[in-house]
């Protein structure tokens, strides 16, 4: 069974920083393409950002573009994370990890591409 497990969020004030993690264990395979999604209270679920098994290939909503860098640690795809800097209150949001293990033609911006989920983790920007 594939578990995906974040970690990393906690408060933190405007302007800060904080680094998510997200590891993938249960099972040995190298997702194509790990994605970060997160969901603000009463809104839907959005696409944050996305790395490919490569390593270089990356992916990141025009909101966070500039501030946030995803990365992986290793050449599995299994341990990725996703550096948040400048952090503004509109980044407050519960964060959630996603692996696709496929390729797929369809835009990694779309859920519908993702396997496996986690559980998410809260990221929480005063002002």
């Known amino acids: 069974q594939v578990q995906l497990v974040e970690s990393g969020g906690g408060l933190v004030q405007a302007g800060g920083s904080l680094r998510l993690s997200c590891a993938v264990s249960?099972?040995?395979?190298?997702?194509?393409?790990m994605g970060w999604f997160r969901q603000a209270p009463g809104e839907e679920r959005e696409f944050v950002s996305a790395?490919?098994?490569?390593?270089?290939?990356?992916?990141y909503a025009d909101s966070v573009r500039g501030r946030f860098t995803i990365s992986s640690v290793n050449t599995k795809n299994t341990l990725i994370y996703l550096q948040m800097n400048i952090l503004k209150p509109e980044d407050t949001a519960v964060y959630f990890c996603a692996a696709a293990l496929t390729q797929s033609r369809v835009d990694v911006r779309n859920e519908l591409i993702y396997d496996y989920w986690g559980q998410g983790t809260q990221v929480t920007v005063s002002s």
């Open positions: 790395i490919r098994s490569d390593g270089r290939t990356v992916f």
């Open positions: 249960g099972r040995t395979f190298t997702p194509y393409t």
